[in-house]
C-alpha cells in the first residue's frame, strides 16, 4: 500500500475488467457509487466512471439495496486512471475521489 499518511477507505465492488467495474464506498458521511458502464459503440468499457452520491449506508447491505439508483443522485465522472485501488485489502485511495457537492 501507499505511503502511511494517506488516506484509504474500505470499498465493495461488483464485476471486474481490469479494474472494478462498479465500485461503492462510504466517504465524507456520503454513499459513493462508482459505475462504468460498456460503451456498445466502441465495443469496450468507457475510460470514466459516473460517480452518484446518496445517503451512507452500510457496505454490507445486500447489493440490490446499496445501489438503489433511485436513492442516488449523479454528481460526476471520474477517470478510471486516477482511481488507486488495494485490491487485495479492498481499501481505496480517499483522494482520488472528488470534491462534489452534495
Known sequence: MA???ETWIPFVYRGFYDVPLVVVTV???RLVVLDRDFVESLDEYSGDYEVFIGEA???DEAWDT????ARLR???SL???TLEIDRKQRLLK???LGGWEG
Open 3 to 5: 505511503a502511511e499518511h
Open 27 to 29: 466517504w465524507q458521511g
Open 57 to 59: 449506508r452500510s457496505l
Open 66 to 69: 446499496l445501489i438503489d439508483r
Open 74 to 76: 449523479r454528481v460526476g
Open 79 to 81: 477517470a478510471v486512471a
Open 94 to 96: 480517499a483522494s482520488c
